[in-house]
């Protein structure tokens, strides 16, 4: 199984940006990030973990949810087996804390947590008004 650390959280004003960090290990064979598609979620206190954007392993194709469309940028870089999730434009609503996570190799990309293996600790992100 996988094993992913997310890093990069902070506290940041509303209309700054962050960069958040999801190192991936643990890899079998001849795998890198490259063969999993990788999710974040998001999960605030009190609210049920949401799903924020996944990059596929096929073609590298980024999905975001509505929330998040045009402020935040999912990007992989297979040479440090890291997935990166760039935000921008942070709005006090995007507090919470991040995950990042892989469904089984060979699965593809969901906004449904249970379709997620392998989940890394959490970083909080926390946007002040």
């Known amino acids: 199984e996988v094993q992913l650390a997310e890093s990069g959280g902070g506290l940041v004003q509303a209309g700054g940006s962050l960069r958040l960090s999801c190192a991936a290990s643990?890899?079998?064979?001849?795998?890198?990030?490259?063969?999993?598609?990788i999710g974040w979620f998001r999960q605030a206190p009190g609210k049920e973990r949401e799903w924020v954007s996944c990059?596929?392993?096929?073609?590298?194709?980024?999905s975001y949810a509505v929330s998040v469309e045009g402020r935040f940028t999912i990007s992989r870089d297979k040479t440090k087996n890291t997935v990166y999730l760039q935000m921008g434009s942070l709005k006090p609503a995007d507090t919470a804390n991040y995950y990042c996570?892989?469904?089984?190799?060979?699965?593809?990309?969901?906004?449904?947590?249970?379709?997620?293996?392998?989940w890394g600790q959490g970083t909080q992100v926390t946007v002040s008004s």
């Open positions: 996570a892989a469904p089984p190799l060979d699965s593809e990309c969901s906004w449904l947590p249970p379709d997620y293996e392998s």
């Open positions: 643990g890899f079998t064979s001849d795998y890198d990030i490259s063969d999993y598609d």
């Open positions: 990059i596929s392993s096929a073609d590298g194709t980024a």
